[in-house]
């Protein structure tokens, strides 16, 4: 049973990666406030975050609670016909009205080799991949093990689940909202905040309090996953972007896999109250990889 499970979960996993890499290369693409569409995309990510926890609440609290996986098939079936329906099978220049690539199979399968080639030398994609590696596992980190901390270390009741609704609606909000301050200084900005609130939820011993830090964490990590495709479409070639975000974006899953493991590993010897001070160094790590991020040149700014 536990092995169908695993192999159920790694089949979803691979499309969501799959979903996830190409509808952010779709979006980078596409002409005109790339960040505030980007930014759109990843507040839905974010608010089905958010809803999913009031869900699953209300399914643990009933005797058939397997059910909800009839709800995810219902879900997933909607969103593929919608996909289906939207794109009819179109590859992104017939959509966009543009001249596409015209070449023979020999041409195709060398082209193929050279971006991955291109794609894997490319110095900015590989530091924007281990940002996204560190950034992803921190923030399903918080999403998944920060329930834990309210109830074990806390004290919270049934309650607790909705503290991380608090943090993913944060982090759609802010997905949304603070996009328009900028993009390059502005991480470390968030960064630093985003610390500090970890060191209140981590030294305050408060329910209320932790679950409204932990909801402005959100806001201040929901803007991060779309500057790093934004700033990924003016550091790399525009032949390579869709493959260099499918390669960031894959890290990111990888690190989504990863960390929140390590956190158990190390909560099974410790105590979930070693959550706090990792994620206090998940988020310093992310300040030390934006400084060796180059900066986007002038001309391919917005």
């Not at 879900?75 to 001249?99: A, D, K, T, W, Y």
């Not at 499918?246 to 105590?271: C, D, E, H, N, R």
């Amino acid at each position: 049973m536990l092995n169908t499970y695993i192999q159920a979960y790694a089949i979803n996993g691979f499309g969501i990666g799959l979903q996830n890499a190409q509808s952010n290369g779709f979006i980078t693409e596409l002409p005109n406030n790339t960040s505030a569409k980007l930014g759109l995309l990843h507040a839905g990510y974010g608010a089905g975050a958010f809803i999913a926890p009031f869900v699953a609440t209300q399914f643990a609290q009933i005797p058939r609670w397997s059910f909800h996986f009839l709800i995810s098939l219902g879900i997933s079936l909607v969103n593929s016909l919608s996909l289906f329906f939207v794109f009819r099978l179109r590859r992104q220049h017939e959509i966009m009205g543009i001249p596409g690539p015209h070449s023979d199979n020999a041409s195709i399968s060398q082209n193929d080799e050279n971006m991955y080639k291109m794609v894997f030398s490319s110095r900015a994609a590989q530091l924007l991949a281990i940002f996204a590696w560190v950034y992803v596992g921190t923030e399903v980190t918080v999403g998944g093990w920060i329930v834990t901390f309210i109830v074990e270390e806390r004290g919270g009741g049934a309650s607790a689940g909705y503290v991380s609704s608090g943090f993913f609606g944060g982090l759609m909000l802010g997905r949304v909202l603070l996009l328009w301050i900028g993009e390059r200084r502005v991480i470390y900005l968030y960064s630093v905040l985003a610390i500090g609130l970890e060191l209140v939820i981590w030294l305050v011993p408060d329910v209320i309090g932790n679950a409204v830090a932990v909801s402005f964490v959100g806001v201040l990590l929901g803007p991060m996953f779309p500057i790093v495709m934004k700033i990924t479409s003016g550091l790399v070639p525009k032949r390579i972007l869709t493959g260099c975000i499918g390669w960031i974006a894959s890290s990111g899953q990888v690190g989504s896999a990863v960390f929140p493991f390590m956190t158990g590993a190390l909560a099974q010897k410790y105590g979930v109250k070693v959550l706090q001070p990792m994620l206090v160094g998940m988020i310093g790590s992310l300040i030390l990889l934006w400084m060796l991020v180059p900066a986007v040149p002038q001309r391919h700014r917005d």
